[in-house]
């Protein structure tokens, strides 16, 4: 069996192999059906018990619960009404997006994580639960929730639901990594596009998207080569696709619509930034499905969450990076008339516990609260049945091992959460199913946010 050391090694050097459908130019073959989910991965397992917090009597569990850890009950930014018996604020690094969520245009999906089958509190302590494996595992739980299957089928949900379209919907960089761990991204048949936001549109000397430039034009005779030995083959093969897909971002930047947000100067802003453009570009070249899938790191916030210096940012300090960023692309996508073709999901591997860590922090847990925003978002709402009791040792603590920390069993799986997202990119609901197998174990096998 293949470890997890040997899995991210095959992970990372998946090939590009096959990505360079043939390119278009500049002019607009606009496609009338485009639709593009971009997942934001907060990889560490952001604290979602500061982001979402009960404002009504809850508040005292909170605070006595994490009395280092609990933001001010008047520094919360309130969301319109009241949700699974609570109203809640956001906390204020999120509190930009209180104004999409009265919109009806964001949404949160309060406790979700990895998930095998529906599993209570209850399972978990007497050991009866089938759980996803190496809980509380960084590496782990990010491609869990990035739909990896073990160690028989890599690719992640993200491949495997374009896998399920017509080629002629995954016709043009279907699957785009902004992101160290691409999982999701992984396909058994739709080409995957690793992009750089800081790259330029030059390879060396060579202006990639320059007609006349000799060195241009070397680089792409080079791209053509041709060889019957099977190594030069696979050579030329790479460097072909590696320079369609470079040619492609290159043209993109040149030709899309300019993002109109007001973008942070921070990796998160950069990513999103350069992923609004290009998928106007997409859409104008006749792109039809895509998934961007843009990772921003530094929330394993063990020590130091509530820090404000700029050198040592805490959990604040980076969420306010990510909401800034977030609402610039809301507003450059929808100036762009893109605002319904455009669905943006917020997620993470894990929650942290509620109780603080030992060095002003948090330390890993389980369920988390995670967002989505776009025009078709049924917004406006905290979608779950109920919210957890914010007590160590409560009714609702999974924690395994004493002294009780405040870990949370997810309500709703992350293929769940993805099975809506699946659904609006066009799959059937048999296509949903084959695309993310665990569904079978669920009742419910979408959310019901869009």
Same mark, same amino acid.
């Given at each position: ?23 278009? %130019? ?17 990889? %560490? ?46 906390? +204020? ?24 089958? +529906?599993?209570? $509190? ?13 809980? %509380? ?119 899309? #619509? ?5 973008? +942070? ?90 109780? +603080? ?19 078709? $978002? ?64 669920? #009742? ?7």
């Amino acid at each position: 069996m293949m470890d997890r050391r040997q899995f991210l090694a095959h992970a990372g050097a998946v090939s590009m192999a096959g990505v360079g459908a043939s390119l278009l %130019g500049a002019k607009s073959v606009q496609a009338a059906d485009f639709k593009a989910l971009v997942v934001v991965f907060l990889s %560490g397992g952001f604290d979602g018990n500061n982001m979402l917090v009960p404002v009504d009597a809850a508040y005292g569990d909170y605070a006595a619960a994490r009395p280092s850890l609990a933001l001010p009950k008047d520094s919360l930014v309130r969301l319109q009404g009241t949700h699974i018996g609570h109203q809640f604020g956001l906390s +204020p690094a999120m509190g930009p997006l209180a104004s999409l969520f009265a919109q009806q245009r964001m949404a949160v999906v309060a406790n979700v994580g990895a998930l095998v089958q +529906p599993t209570t $509190v209850a399972q978990v302590r007497d050991r009866t639960a089938k759980l996803p494996p190496f809980l %509380g595992s960084h590496a782990e739980q990010e491609q869990w929730t990035q739909g990896w299957m073990g160690d028989e089928n890599r690719s992640g949900w993200g491949g495997r639901v374009l896998d399920q379209l017509p080629a002629d919907m995954r016709n043009r960089q279907p699957l785009i990594a902004l992101a160290r761990d691409y999982t999701a991204l992984l396909a058994n048949v739709a080409p995957l596009s690793l992009a750089n936001s800081n790259a330029s549109a030059n390879w060396g000397r060579a202006s990639l998207t320059s007609t006349t430039d000799p060195l241009a034009n070397r680089v792409e005779w080079a791209s053509r080569m041709q060889s019957g030995n099977a190594y030069e083959a696979e050579f030329a093969r790479s460097l072909r696709s590696s320079y369609l897909d470079s040619l492609e971002f290159a043209k993109g930047q040149q030709y899309g #619509a300019a993002p109109s947000g007001n973008f +942070p100067d921070k990796q998160i802003g950069r990513d999103l930034r350069f992923a609004a453009r290009h998928m106007a570009y997409s859409k104008q070249a006749g792109a039809r499905r895509q998934i961007y899938l843009v990772q921003d790191g530094g929330y394993d916030t063990h020590t130091g969450q509530l820090l404000t210096d700029g050198s040592n940012p805490g959990l604040e300090a980076r969420l306010s990076d990510v909401v800034g960023s977030l609402t610039a692309f809301d507003d450059s996508i929808r100036s762009a008339g893109m605002g319904s073709e455009v669905l943006t999901v917020v997620m993470s591997e894990f929650g942290r516990t509620l109780d +603080p860590a030992a060095g002003a922090g948090s330390d890993h847990a389980w369920g988390n609260h995670w967002f989505v925003l776009g025009d078709m $978002v049924k917004g406006g709402v905290v979608y779950g049945s109920a919210f957890p009791t914010l007590k160590t040792g409560g009714v609702d603590d999974a924690s395994l091992y004493e002294p009780k920390r405040g870990q949370w069993v997810p309500q709703f799986s992350s293929d769940q959460f993805v099975a809506d997202a699946a659904r609006w990119l066009g799959l059937s609901a048999e296509q949903t199913l084959a695309a993310m197998p665990n569904l079978a174990n669920f #009742a419910a096998r979408t959310i019901g946010y869009i």
